[in-house]
């Protein structure tokens, strides 16, 4: 019998559940969420990504994904913040995203609020990553039940009140949280999955910016 949120893959090795065993989703678990990120192109892609996700199953974004990243110009926030009304347009006649006028100027948006952090911090990973909660904010054991019942933190919190102050759109706590889990500022794989050693490691390792 295995622990709540954990199911048993095909090659026999314990995995989260919320994948389902779908292979994209399964990819994308093992491969990538939760394990740290810290260049600034992909940091951009993912808290916009999260954006658009909003009211939306992250699996409707995944799928999607190659698209947004041909829409936005790979989410290179210096390009994407010369976007002007031609590309919105653009986007809004895209039916390979989500054809949502406010996610989509938002995404512009922040690519510019982005260039100013850059200016500022001297990249996006480096003020990112000055939001690392400490390890009294983090649960002593991470399972289904913890995380399920956690959709924001005080640092998700933290975060977006801070970018709202900046002037970036769509990026609430939970939408925050999401983005923090996924580019490995926390470790949200459940105890029992066997990526969760993985990221522990890599991220034991990690230079921080």
Same mark, same amino acid.
């Given at each position: 019998m295995t622990a709540e949120g954990i199911i048993i893959g095909n090659d026999g090795r314990h995995t989260c559940s919320w994948h389902g065993g779908l292979d994209d989703y399964r990819r994308y678990h093992d491969e990538e969420w939760g394990r740290p990120v810290t260049d600034d192109i992909r940091l951009f892609e993912k808290i916009c990504l999260e954006?658009?996700?909003? *009211?939306?199953?992250?699996?409707? @974004?995944?799928?999607? #994904? %190659?698209?947004? #990243?041909? !829409?936005?110009?790979?989410? %290179?926030?210096?390009? +994407? !913040?010369?976007? *002007?009304?031609?590309? @919105? %347009?653009?986007?809004?006649?895209d039916a390979g995203i989500i054809r949502h006028r406010g996610k989509i100027v938002s995404t512009i948006n922040n690519a510019r609020r982005a260039l100013d952090l850059q200016a500022e911090f001297g990249s996006l990973a480096r003020y990112?990553?000055?939001?690392?909660?400490?390890?009294?904010? #983090?649960?002593?054991? +991470?399972?289904? !039940? =913890?995380?399920?019942?956690? /959709?924001?933190? /005080?640092?998700?919190v933290r975060l977006s009140k801070d970018l709202?102050?900046? *002037?970036?759109?769509? =990026?609430? /706590?939970?939408?925050?949280y999401a983005f923090m889990q996924a580019m490995g500022m926390v470790n949200d794989h459940v105890e029992g999955c066997y990526c969760r050693a993985e990221v522990e490691a890599m991220r034991e390792v990690l230079e921080r910016p």
């Open positions: 954006g658009f996700q909003s *009211g939306l199953s992250w699996l409707t @974004i995944l799928r999607k #994904r %190659d698209n947004f #990243r041909r !829409a936005f110009a790979g989410f %290179d926030f210096a390009v +994407v !913040a010369g976007f *002007g009304e031609a590309e @919105i %347009d653009r986007c809004l006649a990112f990553w000055s939001f690392e909660p400490g390890g009294s904010e #983090r649960p002593g054991m +991470v399972t289904r !039940a =913890v995380v399920m019942a956690n /959709p924001t933190t /005080p640092t998700s709202k102050k900046r *002037g970036w759109t769509f =990026v609430g /706590p939970t939408t925050i």
